[in-house]
């Protein structure tokens, strides 16, 4: 499975409901299980994000549709990056030309 690293920020809305955002998370735990996937875990950090998440999906397209979903309410705006893993980063490296 692959690897993707969100990057949240609350909108108006989203900060103004703030407590509840534990239960906005386990909703989008239940829409990436429901597609495939798994958020890994979840960080409430300090900076330009509110909030960071780590998945796993078979594919981008499960990610795609997953944060779709979870974004369509209105509560957060997410960046999202695919992740490499040591292992996946060494054997890309090995293969260059």
């Known amino acids: ?3 993707f690293i969100t ?3 609350w ?3 989203g900060i103004e409901n703030v407590r ?3 239960s906005r998370l386990d909703s989008a735990k239940t829409v990436f299980r429901e597609l495939g996937g798994e958020i890994k875990s979840f960080h409430l950090v300090l900076g330009r994000y509110d909030a960071v998440i780590v998945s ?3 594919s ?3 990610v795609a549709k ?3 979903s979870i974004c369509s309410k209105g509560n957060a705006h997410t ?3 695919r992740a490499f893993t040591e292992d996946e980063y060494r054997k890309i490296i090995s293969t260059l030309p």
């Open 11 to 13: 909108t108006q809305k």
């Open 60 to 62: 981008d397209d499960v």
């Open 56 to 58: 796993e999906a078979p």
């Open 66 to 68: 997953a944060l779709l």
């Open 79 to 81: 960046e999202t990056l």
């Open 1 to 3: 499975m692959a690897t």
């Open 20 to 22: 509840e955002s534990p």
């Open 7 to 9: 990057l949240l920020r």
